[in-house]
């Protein structure tokens, strides 16, 4: 497929446990974009990447969200320690190089009990 | 306060009729502006995409920014049951970087 892709699309999760949350940029897309929207709300910024570089990473709202793209392609989401405020979806979506469109994937929707 | 306001609604309105959706925002270094689209379980599509002020046609879809007064607009011509969706805005100083959205305005377009 040529959109951006997300796994899994549906996690549930004990409270404490660990997730890791993965997206697939469209190819060749430089920019990648994660996002938390809670229900009800619009989506807000977590991190950004460029290729491999984290360039920003002041909407992460703990040190327990952490994020990673090694090889300027995939990106992976990891919240250690989950807690029930983390329920959300998280939205991954990728630009260009021009950064002007940023598509987004399907989400993933996060339960934590 | 925040950075963009929306009227989430919700919205509901007959089919054929004009649906007019608007956004306030406080930033004034805000040049690029969006309007997404999201279906429920889905991720936002986007609808149309402005650069500084003036006007974006594109079908039955017409954007409007007026920076002067910090306010945008997405017009809707003959609604459609199919437009039924959230409907989002979302601006950033420049390129490439982060989307700062507001909370979205649900609609139900009724047949």
């Known amino acids: 497929g040529a959109g951006v892709s997300q796994s899994p699309r549906y996690k549930v999760a004990k409270r404490g446990q660990d997730v890791a949350l993965r997206c697939d940029p469209i190819s060749g897309h430089v920019s990648l974009f994660w996002y938390q929207q809670a229900l009800g709300q619009g989506p807000e910024f977590l991190t950004y990447f460029q290729n491999e570089a984290q360039l920003d990473k002041s909407g992460l709202p703990s040190d327990r969200f952490f994020a990673e793209r090694p090889e300027g392609s995939v990106s992976t989401l990891k919240i250690q320690r989950t807690q029930q405020e983390d329920s959300a979806v998280y939205l991954c979506?990728?630009?260009?190089?021009?950064?002007?469109?940023?598509?987004f994937g399907p989400g993933t929707r996060l339960t934590v009990l | 306060q925040k950075e963009v306001e929306q009227d989430p609604g919700p919205l509901s309105v007959p089919e054929g009729a004009i649906v007019s959706l608007n956004c306030t925002y406080s930033n004034s270094a805000f040049q690029y502006f969006m309007w997404y689209r999201q279906y429920s379980r889905k991720g936002p599509e986007l609808l149309m995409y402005?650069?500084?002020?003036g006007n974006k046609e594109d079908g039955r879809f017409t954007a409007q920014v007026d920076k002067s007064s910090k306010y945008i607009s997405l017009f809707i011509r003959d609604s459609q049951p199919s437009d039924s969706a959230t409907y989002l805005c979302?601006?950033?100083?420049?390129?490439?970087?982060?989307?700062?959205f507001g909370k979205g305005t649900t609609l139900s377009v009724s047949s």
């Open positions: 979506a990728s630009s260009g190089e021009d950064g002007n469109e940023q598509f």
């Open positions: 979302a601006m950033r100083e420049q390129a490439g970087t982060a989307l700062i």
């Open positions: 402005t650069y500084s002020s």
